[in-house]
């Protein structure tokens, strides 16, 4: 409970100094960032002051692997704002309603995660392979060059706007307006379900993932709740880097394939099987280490991808006729 107030606290201290709709700087995005690192550090710090250390490792994996599956939700976001055509000064808005309700919504995925754990052990077979299904499928799409360049609303959002309606421009800070006797959503209220509900298609793969870390709802939830309470500052921080972040898909596919065998390892163990179980410092090192390589070989490759651009433009600026260049008539008649 307390940690819930305190939460609670921070969130509407944030929501308080943000009430104004403006532009977000980056330097405003990058203190930001930085506060919210620091106090996820600071509470894992304090698990293993006040708890075990056991409950800190097992948080600073889940954190970690919850930030770096949220970072691939900026691709998203970003198509959501567009596609909806969000001002600028609006957007931080969006994205703190936004980000609430998509931790409302986790908090109910990771309720009902822990009540199935708690019954009925062998799902975690169903989650290992789920993951690694995923794992999979996010090496073929990175392969295939797949890159979404719409954004398609869900059916839950589609049916919330065919019964209240939508207004056809923003009415600043309002959620709803009156037109024509009738209460209905501004494109605001639409955005804002649109980023919170998107996120529960994320949520899919994440929550059964940090589940493969830790098996205790309290630690999968203040993950999850550190994680995604940072992703709005990450959001205007690195929302023109995302593109550079090519290998990003790679390095996912590999956190998630080992998540997915150490809960099917976990599974077997649980079932009697004499097998090894991963423990969580070998987790946190792979997850870390993973991220630090991903990162890196995608900056390497986006620069290098750059470098070969402009040597491209630079030949076909080169080796073409110039403007002064033009070719004498044949059929003209000479003196």
């Known amino acids: 409970m307390l940690t819930i107030l305190g939460l609670s606290a921070l969130i509407g201290a944030d929501f308080f100094i943000g009430r104004k709709p403006h532009d977000v700087s980056i330097k405003e995005a990058g203190i930001w960032t930085i506060v919210w690192i620091v106090l996820a550090v600071l509470f894992g710090i304090g698990l293993a002051v006040f708890g075990t250390s056991q409950a800190s490792g097992e948080f600073f994996a889940g954190f970690i692997t919850e930030k770096s599956l949220s970072v691939d939700n900026l691709f998203v976001f970003v198509l959501i704002m567009a596609k909806f055509s969000v001002p600028s000064h609006l957007q931080q808005r969006v994205l703190l309603i936004g980000v609430l309700i998509a931790l409302v919504l986790r908090a109910i995925f990771i309720a009902a995660g822990a009540a199935i754990i708690a019954n009925f052990s062998w799902v975690f077979y169903i989650f290992g392979a789920f993951l690694i299904y995923t794992a999979w499928k996010l090496v073929q799409e990175a392969r295939a060059g797949d890159e979404e360049d719409d954004w398609e609303e869900n059916r839950l959002l589609k049916s919330v706007e065919k019964k209240f309606g ?157 403007p002064g260049d033009t070719p004498k008539d044949k059929d003209s008649v000479e003196a």
């Open 166 to 322: 939508v207004a056809d421009q923003y009415h600043g800070t309002k959620l709803f307006i009156q037109k024509n006797g009738k209460r209905i959503m501004t494109p605001l209220m639409v955005v804002m379900l649109a980023i919170g509900t998107t996120d529960v298609l994320f949520a899919l793969d994440s929550i059964p993932a940090i589940f493969g870390l830790t098996q205790d709802p309290y630690i999968v939830f203040t993950a999850n709740a550190f994680a995604l309470m940072g992703l709005r500052q990450l959001y205007f921080l690195i929302g023109g880097l995302l593109k550079k972040l090519v290998h990003l898909s790679y390095g996912l596919s590999v956190i998630l394939g080992f998540i997915g065998v150490k809960l099917v390892l976990h599974a077997l163990h649980e079932s009697g099987v004499s097998v090894p179980e991963i423990s969580i410092p070998f987790s946190l090192s792979v997850i870390g280490g993973v991220l630090v390589i991903t990162t890196i070989t995608s900056l390497i490759a986006s620069k290098k991808q750059a470098q070969r651009e402009a040597a491209e433009a630079a030949e076909s600026g080169d080796g073409g006729e110039g």
